[in-house]
């Protein structure tokens, strides 16, 4: 199994940016999809951005709040997959978590259930 552990959240002004980092704890991430997601209170959880496997092809996807602005990776050497946050709005304000799952199918990638693995979350925010 692998556990994955986010780090790099914190207070950045608007149009700024921060930099998250999930590594993996246990098994390499190679073989796992593995997304970011983020919550503010009384909110659902929101997909952000996620990659697919290397067995997969490695795709990318974003949300479209994102785009453009937000760039996932993934570095196998390290083990950990990063997101890179630009132009920040006061509305990236949450909590993000990094997640993995094995198997995870196109259609379900942007929905939490996918997951399996989930990482304690780390806070960003963006004071307006």
């Known amino acids: 199994q692998v556990q994955p552990v986010e780090s790099g959240g914190g207070l950045v002004q608007a149009g700024g940016s921060l930099t998250l980092s999930c590594a993996a704890n246990g098994q390499s991430f190679r073989s796992y999809t593995v997304s970011w997601f983020r919550q503010t209170p009384g909110k659902e959880r929101e997909f952000v951005a996620g990659?697919?496997?290397?067995?997969?092809?490695?795709?990318?996807y974003y949300a479209d709040s994102v785009k453009g602005r937000f760039t996932i990776s993934r570095d196998n050497a390290k083990n950990t997959v990063s997101l890179q946050m630009s132009s920040l709005k006061p509305e990236d304000t949450a909590v993000y978590y990094c997640?993995?799952?094995?198997?995870?199918?196109?259609?379900?990638?942007?929905?939490?259930?996918?997951?399996?693995?989930w990482g304690q979350g780390t806070q960003v925010t963006v004071p307006s």
């Open positions: 997640a993995a799952g094995s198997g995870v199918i196109l259609s379900s990638l942007r929905s939490g259930a996918a997951y399996y693995y």
């Open positions: 990659i697919r496997s290397s067995g997969s092809g490695g795709r990318i």
